[in-house]
Each structure stands twice: as C-alpha cells, then as structure tokens.
C-alpha cells in the first residue's frame, strides 16, 4: 500500500537550492510541500540562480528569495537568525557537492551555510550531482561528517542522470523526498486535528460606551492554544478582548460579545475535531443595548434598572450537534468542584470538564498558575498547582488519549 504522507499543516520548510541541473526540481518539491499544508520559504545560492530564477520560487512560494547573507531588504523582512527559528525543517535539495563540502567544514560566509549552523530544528540534504562526483572519498567523507553530525541524507537515487551518464546521483524522486521529509517532523499527540478553542471574556454592551464583562484574563485559553498548536494541532482560537499575543501559528478570530462568539463557532465548528469552551461567557446581555449614551439623572430619575436576557449557550449547542466534536468544558467553582463539574458535564453533554476553584485568588481567572480537576463520565483526575503552561501540556496530553480511546 502507498505510505500517504502526513499532514504539513502549519509547518515551516525551508528549502535551500543550490547550483545543479535537478534545481527545477525544487519548483515542484515546493508545491508538493505546500499541497501538504506547508508554509515554504526558500534560500538559493549564488548559483541556484543560473538553473532556475528566484522569481519563479518567488511566485510559487509567495514570499521573497532569500539570496544573500546580510542584504539590507531581505534582512529587514527576515534576517538569517530568524529564518533559522523560523523554521520546522531545513532541506536542502538539490544539495551539490560544494554544499556538502562546505556545510561539513563548518562555513558560514553564505545564506544557506550560516542558516544551517545557526539552525536547532531538523536540516535534510538531498544530494544531487554527477555520479563520479558523488563516488569520490571527498564527497562520501563529507556524507559521513554531516551524518555523524545528525543531518538526515536522502538519496541521492540511481539511474540515468542529466550529463549522460548512468549512477547514483540523481535527486531522489519529489513524491520520495515529500514522504521522507514529512516523517521527519516530530509527530505530537495531535497531529492533523483541528481544535477550536475560546478564551477570554465577553462584553456586553449597555450603550455605545458602557458594557458589562468579568475578569476573566484569557491567558488559560492562550496557554492552551500554544500547548495544542505545539502538539501538532491546526488550532482556530476565538477570543473574546484581551491583552495577549496570539501563539505562533494559531489562527485567531476576535470577538467582543457572546452573540459574535456564538456565532464565529458556528462558522467554524465543522471543521473541529475538538472543541474547547475556555471563554468566561456572559450569561445574560442587557436585552436591549441603548443607541445613544445613557444620560445620568434623565427626567430626574435616580436609580437606573437594566433587563437582562440569557446569551446562548456556546458549548451546549457546539455538544448538540450530530456531527460534535471531542467537547471539553471549563467550570469555575467556589466549592463541591467536582460535583459541580459532574453535573456540568452531564447537562451540557461534554466529553471532558476541567474544574478550577476560583475561591483561591492564587489561581484561576488573572493568575499564571492554576490548579485542576479533569472530571469525565468514568472518572476523574487532580492536576496540582502548576503554570497555566505546564497544565495545558498535560491537559492536551489527557484530551488526546482520551480522544483516541472513543
Ligand atoms: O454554565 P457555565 O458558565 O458554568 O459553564 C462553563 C462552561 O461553559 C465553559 O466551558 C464556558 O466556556 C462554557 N459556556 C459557553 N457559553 C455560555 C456559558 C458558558 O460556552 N453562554
């Protein structure tokens, strides 16, 4: 059976082309990566240049070439350092025998070299050149050094080659170099899933300037959204207003009232494989919201009374659908969290409650520390007093193998 190549959603290649006759290939290995969900950006050498032109990588990339160390325009876009960070995984392909040579001697007077040093994340090279080239004790030497030193080699393949000659040197086959370089990415508990997640507070308005919110910070719902974005998942995080950065590749959608957060759930919802209510959502909004500032003491009044009418239930009606996604609930209790939780659990139909206390002022709504309960239908689970960090990281960890066993 054909091995399907896993899910690049989210992931940062970099690709680096160097001078050989295979660097068309590199056009095609770049849609492949991104018909895989990848994010591509590309480095060329100096003589990447003369096989195939930075403008064609430009287009299929759609962000600039990377050509030069320490160029004052691309530098400001995204200097080497960055590019280096930036990336998930750097291959290299074609990757010619000076490549090898200069990135086993430790150069770092080009692009693509200095990157390479300055790398953390996985570096791939795909050698490609004549085969009489690559058979020389030069070029294997340089294989073993860069292996030895934890890069990954793929291929080259055999067969007829560009210059006539028959041999191995040829750049491995795109649909080969796609597959093996998508199984070097580490795979995280939730690899190829989609998560929705809301966080933050609500505000609802009572006129164009006033509105009734609570405290809560957002920074438990964030914190998750890292955690299942680090696991690998495509994670779509709807905020109410807060003060926080959105993680690194999380896609946010910002909201301000429950109304507009019911409804960016919806729109996104079929697309969840899990879902997770982390929002403070109002309960109520004023039924009606005035056009015009409330002016004080109107006709001599001296009390003011607002109605208030039931916001939806975001997470019950995300539970009802037929088609639901994993649901997890958070329930901010003062006492009996358990109980509380278990009947939340089983009102709303979820598949997960993560209880907080919110009597202790150390944790829960503004803290960076929180402390849990996970309650499910068959039991339940206490995570001590750890960063709202640390707990999301374990509590993606319970949400992904409770996952698997339903
Ligand atoms: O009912 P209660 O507000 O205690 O439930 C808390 C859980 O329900 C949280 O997961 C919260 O995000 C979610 N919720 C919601 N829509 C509401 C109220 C709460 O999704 N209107």
């Not at 950006?41 to 320490?70: G, N």
């Not at 200069?102 to 080009?110: L, N, V, W």
């Not at 957060?261 to 079929?270: G, L, N, R, T």
């Not at 994993?326 to 329930?331: D, L, N, R, Y």
Request: net charge negative; proline share 4%.
């Amino acid at each position: 059976m054909e091995p399907t190549p896993i899910n690049l959603n989210n992931r940062r290649i970099l690709l680096g082309i160097t001078g050989g006759i295979a660097a068309y290939k590199a056009a095609e290995l770049t849609r492949r990566f991104q018909d895989q969900g990848a994010d591509v950006r590309i480095i060329m050498t100096r003589s990447a240049t003369e096989f195939i032109t930075p403008l064609t990588m430009q287009a299929l990339s759609k962000h600039p070439v990377h050509l030069d160390l320490l160029n004052p325009d691309t530098e400001s876009v995204m200097g080497h350092i960055e590019l280096a960070r930036w990336a998930d995984l750097i291959l290299i392909a074609p990757a010619s025998a000076n490549f090898l040579a200069r990135f086993a001697s430790g150069h770092g007077d080009d692009l693509l070299t200095t990157v390479c040093l300055a790398a953390e994340c996985p570096v791939a090279i795909a050698p490609a050149m004549n085969q009489a080239m690559w058979s020389k004790a030069a070029t294997q030497s340089n294989r073993s050094t860069l292996l030895s030193r934890g890069a990954h080699i793929l291929g080259p393949d055999e067969g007829l080659q560009a210059c006539g000659e028959t041999g191995a040197g040829r750049l491995m086959a795109v649909d080969d170099l796609v597959l093996r370089a998508s199984a070097l990415f580490s795979t995280g508990a939730l690899q190829g899933k989609t998560v929705v997640i809301t966080a933050g507070p609500t505000r609802e308005a009572i006129d164009p300037v006033r509105y009734i919110s609570n405290h809560s910070s957002g920074k438990q719902g964030y914190a998750l959204a890292a955690a299942a974005s680090d696991a690998g998942a495509h994670v779509i995080l709807i905020s109410g207003p807060t003060h926080l950065a959105v993680p690194d590749r999380v896609t946010a959608i910002n909201v301000v009232s429950a109304l507009d957060m019911h409804e960016a759930v919806q729109s996104v919802i079929d697309q969840a494989d899990i879902f997770i209510g982390v929002a403070a959502v109002a309960d109520y909004r004023p039924t009606i919201a005035a056009n015009q500032k409330i002016k004080k003491n109107q006709d001599g009044q001296r009390s003011l009374t607002l109605e208030f009418i039931e916001n939806p239930d975001i997470i019950k009606a995300v539970a009802q659908r037929p088609d639901r996604p994993f649901t997890v609930g958070f329930a901010a209790e003062t006492e009996h969290l358990e109980t509380h939780a278990k009947q939340k659990l089983v009102n709303k139909q979820l598949d997960l409650v993560v209880a907080n206390n919110v009597a202790n002022t150390d944790i829960g709504f503004n803290a960076d520390d929180n402390a849990i309960t996970v309650v499910y239908h068959d039991g339940s689970r206490v995570l001590p007093m750890m960063s709202k960090r640390a707990l999301s990281e374990r509590l993606v960890e319970i949400i992904a193998q409770r996952l698997s066993s339903t």
